[in-house]
């Protein structure tokens, strides 16, 4: 099996991804080892919440295998399609979660940085907790663009692939969630005055 | 619920870089704990066999169908030519009774 991985990291993704849509099980788990932490992180930025994060995350890989054999290459990257299917998968969840009360940042959540000084990892996790419950009320196009750029770090050129958007339109999108960020920031810190 | 004075608060947002600056320090990649990637994974591969042992079993099912046709018309087949015998034998039967 070690062998036959090493193989399929000896090819493109472009093969790897014919391999996969073929059905071969060990380019799946390629692309699955290759993609899970940046939908994880997608998902996770989009919901909040570390358990719903792990849930939605599987539901993607689930649904990426049913129906890899459908998937065709149009020049996009093999990303765009997972972001796809998550984007769908979290307008689904909020759409059923509308009504429930806003889940904070999990506890058990991994903090990227680890300090030495826990009250600081506090601090900077309530702060995190804040800045996205203002991200969340942007609408879900500007969410998107937001965790790719930042947390994902991804150029407009790759975005605008994801988002099916020229670089321009992603440019100038970005200006106009930077302004709206804004807005909310302030509207949100008006509502505790 | 009144914040306390944050730093995100005191982060004076006058232009485009001072946000950009917050979202890049809070916003950072997490990283998903290794049981769930260990666990996806190996229900992932579970999903496989099922998906594999599916398209088996059409396989047999569409032969089964194209035999059980098959058998089918040449019970068909058989059973006309057997009839057309019978019929043609007894037409005959009875014209050589009449002479």
């Known amino acids: ?193 | 619920m009144k914040p306390e004075i944050s730093s995100l608060q005191t982060d004076n947002f006058d232009d485009h870089s001072s946000i950009e600056s917050t979202l890049r320090t809070y916003l950072q990649p997490v990283v998903p704990r290794d049981e769930f990637v260990d666990r996806l994974r190996g229900k992932l591969e579970q999903q496989v066999l099922p998906i594999q042992k599916r398209r088996v079993i059409s396989f047999y099912r569409l032969l089964e169908v194209t035999l059980q046709t098959m058998a089918l018309m040449v019970i068909t087949v058989l059973t006309v030519r057997v009839f057309l015998i019978i019929l043609t034998t007894w037409k005959i039967l009875r014209t050589s009774n009449v002479r």
């Open chain 1, 1 to 193: 099996m070690n062998e036959r991985v090493f193989r399929v990291e000896e090819k493109s993704e472009e093969q790897i991804l014919a391999l996969a849509s073929a059905g071969d099980e060990e380019a799946f788990a390629w692309l699955y080892q290759k993609y899970v932490t940046r939908i994880y992180n997608y998902v996770y930025f989009r919901t909040g919440n570390a358990a719903e994060a792990e849930d939605l995350t599987a539901k993607v890989f689930m649904r990426a295998m049913k129906h890899i054999r459908n998937y065709r290459d149009l020049g996009l990257p093999f990303s765009a399609w997972l972001y796809r299917i998550a984007h769908n998968l979290v307008a689904n969840w909020h759409r059923d979660n509308g009504r429930k009360k806003e889940i904070p940042l999990d506890d058990a959540l991994p903090l990227p940085v680890l300090s030495k000084h826990p009250e600081s990892e506090v601090v900077k996790r309530e702060e995190t907790e804040k800045l996205l419950r203002i991200i969340r009320k942007l609408p879900p196009e500007r969410q998107q663009l937001i965790i790719l750029k930042f947390v994902e770090q991804l150029s407009n050129a790759e975005i605008g692939a994801i988002m099916g958007k020229s670089e321009g339109a992603i440019k100038s999108l970005y200006h106009r969630t930077l302004l709206s960020l804004r807005e909310e920031y302030e509207r949100y810190f008006e509502d505790f005055e």
